[in-house]
């Protein structure tokens, strides 16, 4: 519950800082719509979704060093499903090009999509 209050309250603080509309409909944002992913002594990186065409970014924020402000806003287009999916591998390393391909080489040709699901998820 504290940490919940914690987040509410950065959100409302970066928010002067952060898009007001979507660049892609044009619909306001609401405080909702913002989601913290990490946040850190340096930057807070926001996942920001727009409720009514989808549109998704996420949101670097560099706090405050010598009273200045700065945030960059990057468009995702990922398989990733939202805000907890996002958090699960934000700061993960990368999976390598060789254990991708040893992964899949490790499949059986002979599983369907639903046992492939199992092992994935």
Known sequence: MHDHIDQKNIIRNLLSVAPKH?????????????????????????????????NAYMLNVMNPMNG?????RTPINIDLRGTEE???FAGKDAV????????YNEIDPEFDQEAMQDILL
Request: net charge negative.
């Open 22 to 54: 979507c660049d892609n409909c044009g619909s306001k944002y609401s405080e909702e719509d913002f989601r913290i992913v990490r946040s850190s002594a340096v930057n807070t990186v926001l996942h920001l979704k727009c409720t009514v065409c989808n």
């Open 68 to 72: 200045m402000v700065g945030s960059q």
């Open 86 to 88: 996002i958090e699960q």
């Open 96 to 103: 390598s090009q060789n254990e991708a391909i040893d992964t």
